[in-house]
């Protein structure tokens, strides 16, 4: 594990940022523990104010402090999509590992299971059961929620995975020399699809952040809930930018594209360790 | 034979079991749910006006009927089909009488033309970038291409609409802020530059959101084919860069292309929902939000089960026309 992130930061720069952006994320989290506010008290601070000593991101209209309620909003947002991936990871791993080793009927079942929930549109159904549940929805509702819509891709990519690496020599070479089955899938196959989880498990992040800002901004998550999606809700709501307080909705928004490219980075950065070209490319350069 | 059998019928057997478990959804979730939309409508009503208890039970029994809530739940499951196969979805409560169908049917034209274009541009266009940036990894263009695109990429297709509406629209006014069109419509130039007017900026951000898809692939799979040895073997016959590109590399490539196309329709129909809910583009994505907001249970069931039965069927047309790109599906 130390050996694999030493790498990834010697080799990869696009890991480096992107971590170092991650860093910074967690850093924000951190500070939300810190908060002289509370997350849902209001009128505390003068309104509308534009960015200055006293609040570095500027107030609300309904008398937030724009800092504070971002390290909240990234807080929550991060548990969502934290919530979302466990979920969805949780029942599309085991899945396409299942359907990977063992082949054969069940493999042509869960496949065509899982081919026909790739198909189907997610967000209008997301929309549908986020539309009737509007006001019980919760965090961890919201997590369940969007975890449960996405296991379907992981479970494709986890099952094209463990093919390939059932086909791959060395496979064959512990199977001759009398190794069991569980042997082989916990000492040759898992060391390669660890890696591959994180990455994988880091892209997952980045779609429920995507479907958490996006449902929480037309309004359908729980509202009261500090999270990126909704602090742009509630900016609209207070008219923003029709009022030209550009920053009530500044924050949310560029806060929330720093966190996917940097969550992106770091998940191209393992991806591109991962992949045998680039390694063999970046052994052959540093001889 | 065996392509229909191995092929084409595995295919549409699959696209029946996508509408059927979409039927089945739109069924079972508003009745799974602890919210019942009979008892939100009249509270809704009573909210404005008192009822005699009479009275009340009329209303209730005849939103049930008009809500298909009557009966058991397999008699109304029988029902729902009846009516979905008829293609009545029930009346919406937003307009109320106005049936849903002819609601969807307002909304569908703009949404499919607004969806085809970006789409079929973003699709070209990700894979000319994407092919050029494989094939010229070290040419400068290619590495900004690549890096702008590959930032773009993460963005939700939200916060890149949205951006694109702070700008355009409030800071540099040059777009429209809502509508599909100005003036009455009709085969003339007035019309149809303001249809374009008002679609540029939600296709543009369509268009964004799906070209750096589409180009983080295709530059991946012309990278890998450019470093093969049929492609090497016609540089060193000193073929002109452009044609190995064009006849051999993108040729080569066009396969998964098409196969993924079926694959990412869903992702950039989702994209055209949430950027016409931005733009106020007056196409079925704009209804959905406005029955969202409004709690019309009928209108929601219509569209997405509308939209899961339509991107299921193109995304059935597409595969069914890849034996025709692929002989190795055609001859198998």
């Not at chain 1, 810190?34 to 997350?39: A, T």
Request: no cysteine; aromatic share 12%.
């Amino acid at each position: 594990m130390f050996t694999i992130m030493r790498d990834l930061f010697r080799y990869s720069s696009s890991f480096r940022y992107g971590f170092i952006v991650v860093l910074i994320v967690l850093v924000m989290v951190g500070l939300s523990f810190f908060s002289p506010y509370r997350p849902d008290e209001m009128r505390v601070v003068p309104p509308n104010r534009p960015p200055s000593p006293d609040h570095i991101l500027g107030t609300t209209s309904t008398g937030q402090d724009v800092f504070w309620m971002l390290t909240f909003a990234m807080r929550n947002t991060l548990m969502i999509a934290g919530l979302a991936v466990l979920i969805g990871r949780g029942i599309g791993v085991p899945l396409g590992m299942v359907s990977g080793y063992l082949g054969g009927g069940v493999d042509r079942v869960l496949s065509s299971i899982v081919d026909s929930f790739i198909v189907i549109p997610r967000l209008p159904l997301l929309i549908l059961i986020a539309s009737i549940l509007r006001g019980q929805l919760t965090l961890f509702g919201l997590g369940v929620l969007i975890g449960i819509l996405d296991w379907a891709f992981p479970s494709k990519r986890y099952r094209a995975q463990i093919l390939s690496l059932r086909e791959r020599d060395f496979t064959n070479t512990a199977v001759f020399s009398g190794m069991s089955t569980w042997k082989i899938v916990l000492k040759e196959h898992l060391p390669f699809v660890i890696p591959y989880l994180l990455a994988d498990a880091v892209s997952g992040i980045l779609f429920a952040i995507g479907f958490e800002v996006t449902l929480s901004a037309l309004g359908l998550s729980a509202m009261s809930m500090q999270s990126i999606g909704t602090m742009i809700y509630w900016g609209n709501y207070y008219g923003a930018l029709l009022a030209n307080r550009v920053w009530i909705l500044a924050a949310p928004v560029i806060v929330s594209i720093i966190m996917v490219i940097g969550f992106y980075m770091v998940s191209t950065g393992i991806s591109a360790y991962l992949d045998p070209r680039s390694r063999l490319a970046r052994m052959q350069v540093k001889g | 034979m065996t392509l229909l059998k191995e092929y084409i019928l595995p295919r549409i057997l699959q696209w029946a079991v996508v509408v059927f478990v979409g039927v089945t959804i739109t069924f079972l979730i508003p009745r799974l749910s602890p919210v019942n939309p009979v008892d939100q409508a009249i509270a809704r009503i009573t909210t404005f006006q008192s009822m005699d208890p009479d009275a009340m039970l009329m209303a209730r029994a005849t939103l049930e009927d008009l809500y298909g809530l009557k009966g058991s739940i397999v008699d109304q499951y029988i029902a729902y089909w009846r009516r979905v196969l008829k293609g009545d979805l029930g009346p919406s409560f937003l307009a109320f009488p106005t049936p849903v169908s002819k609601m969807i049917g307002a909304g569908i034209g703009w949404t499919v033309g607004l969806l085809a274009t970006s789409l079929i541009i973003s699709w070209l266009l990700g894979i000319i970038l994407g092919s050029l940036a494989g094939y010229f990894p070290n040419r400068w263009w290619s590495q900004v291409i690549e890096k702008t695109l590959v930032t773009v990429y993460p963005v939700p297709y939200f916060i890149l609409s949205f951006v694109l509406l702070m700008l355009f629209t409030y800071y540099w006014p040059i777009f429209p802020l809502v509508g599909g069109a100005k003036g009455t419509p009709g085969f003339n130039w007035d019309y149809i530059s303001s249809v374009l007017h008002h679609s540029f900026l939600p296709a543009l951000s369509i268009i964004i959101g799906g070209t750096a898809f589409r180009f983080i692939m295709a530059r991946a799979l012309a990278f890998a084919e450019a470093n093969s040895n049929y492609v090497q073997f016609a540089e060193i016959a000193a073929l002109p860069k452009m044609k190995i590109l064009v006849s051999y590399i993108i040729r080569n490539t066009m396969l998964p292309h098409v196969n993924d196309l079926a694959l990412s329709l869903g992702a950039v129909f989702e994209g055209a929902l949430i950027t016409e809910v931005v733009f106020s583009y007056p196409g079925i994505g704009y209804t959905l939000y406005s029955a969202i907001n409004a709690g019309d249970y009928n209108l929601i069931m219509g569209i997405t089960l509308l939209s899961i039965v339509g991107i299921a069927t193109a995304s059935l047309l597409v595969d069914l026309s890849y034996p025709l790109f692929d002989p190795r599906v055609r001859y198998r």
